[in-house]
């Protein structure tokens, strides 16, 4: 199995950046895809980023593109979310996720397997 520790969240005014870590372990040589999810109440989850596993190909949700930037680190086993510009819009509680069967889509919550507990992002107007 997989486990995923996400930190890094909390309060920022807007226009502000904060950077989320997302930490493997156990059975880190079977993640392929890993993404970061957000989520606020009443309101399903959502797709942020996605990341290949050589982090050569990324895409984005057209809401964060220009602004977050996802990455990967193998030999640390952990991704990160860099987010600038930060508007009020992007209060949630950010989750990432790891995909362990290749060939999935990035965008679909479901066709992940593994995935953290989650680090709330605050952005204040």
């Known amino acids: 199995q997989v486990q995923l520790v996400e930190s890094g969240g909390g309060l920022v005014q807007a226009g502000g950046s904060l950077r989320l870590s997302c930490a493997a372990s156990?059975?880190?040589?079977?993640?392929?895809?890993m993404a970061w999810f957000r989520q606020t109440p009443g309101k399903e989850r959502e797709f942020v980023a996605a990341?290949?596993?050589?982090?050569?190909?990324?895409i984005y949700a057209d809401s964060v593109q220009g602004r977050f930037t996802i990455s990967r680190d193998n030999t640390k086993n952990t991704m990160y979310l860099q987010m600038n510009s930060l508007k009020p819009e992007d209060t949630a509680v950010y989750y990432c996720?790891?995909?362990?069967?290749?060939?999935?889509?990035?965008?679909?919550?479901?066709?992940?397997?593994?995935w953290g507990q989650g680090t709330q992002v605050t952005v204040s107007s």
């Open positions: 990341i290949s596993w050589s982090g050569g190909s990324t």
């Open positions: 996720a790891a995909q362990l069967t290749y060939g999935r889509s990035w965008y679909d919550r479901s066709r992940y397997d593994s």
């Open positions: 156990g059975r880190t040589f079977s993640i392929y895809h």
